[in-house]
T-cell receptor, first 111, second 112 residues
Framework: DAKTTQPPSMDCAEGRAANLPCNHS???????VYWYRQIHSQGPQYIIH???NNETNEMASLIITEDRKSSTLILPHATLRDTAVYYC????????????FGSGTRLSIRP | EAQVTQNPRYLITVTGKKLTVTCSQN?????MSWYRQDPGLGLRQIYY???????DKGDVPEGYKVSRKEKRNFPLILESPSPNQTSLYFC???????????FGPGTRLLVL
């Protein structure tokens, strides 16, 4: 499974867009990019995933570079409730595979 | 309500005393997994199961056992707990692998 690297921490002003980068330079052709977040010590929550096209849902947008070696999660209008640790994962959809979370990015939203 | 439940939520035990943490999901998911979380180390996968009677090792399987006799249940067994297994444990399930995993609320384990 491809490893991912993320900055350990970021901050963003409330109401602004939060852009969280992720590097996955060794990603394989069959691996998707998944994003999860964890608020305090609760169970992580799924946000979004994609293969090579950009994706958008009610929570966020995911931009994947054309070479698929990096991606950016965008929270369009960050609120205080978006303060969390965000994890980027590269893994195949197949269930026959380990999932490696990494250390994530701690996002702080300032009022 | 779709959910993953874990029991117990909190547990204090002593070295060597066998324990089981239960995990159950009500979504008919095929994939289930156990993670541990330690400060500064993020989430690390212990074991995963692709379906009933099919399990495989994650990144940190040493000292743990699992079983998947029924689709909905995936218990984590510590045969002889040690202090380095003090951690926050999460169970998760999904239809398939990393896709849209649902996580349980976590179990805090302290091994003295």
């Amino acid at each position: 499974d491809a490893k991912t690297t993320q900055p350990p921490s970021m901050d963003c002003a409330e109401g602004r867009a939060a852009n969280l980068p992720c590097n996955h330079s060794t990603i394989s052709g069959n691996e998707y990019v998944y994003w999860y977040r964890q608020i305090h010590s609760q169970g992580p929550q799924y946000i979004i995933h994609g293969l090579k096209n950009n994706e958008t849902n009610e929570m966020a947008s995911l931009i994947i570079t054309e070479d698929r070696k990096s991606s950016t999660l965008i929270l369009p209008h960050a609120t205080l409730r978006d303060t969390a640790v965000y994890y980027c994962i590269a893994a195949p959809k197949s269930s026959a595979s380990k999932i490696i979370f990494g250390s994530g990015t701690r996002l702080s939203i300032r009022p | 309500e779709a959910q993953v439940t874990q029991n117990p939520r909190y547990l204090i035990t002593v070295t060597g005393k066998k324990l089981t943490v239960t995990c159950s999901q009500n979504m008919n998911h095929e994939y289930m997994s156990w993670y541990r979380q330690d400060p500064g180390l993020g989430l690390r996968q212990i074991y995963y199961s692709m379906n009933v009677e099919v399990t495989d090792k994650g990144d940190v399987p040493e000292g743990y056992k699992v079983s998947r006799k029924e689709k909905r249940n995936f218990p984590l067994i510590l045969e002889s707990p040690s202090p380095n297994q003090t951690s926050l444990y999460f169970c998760a399930s999904s239809r398939q692998g990393a896709e849209t995993q649902y996580f349980g609320p976590g179990t805090r384990l302290l091994v003295l």
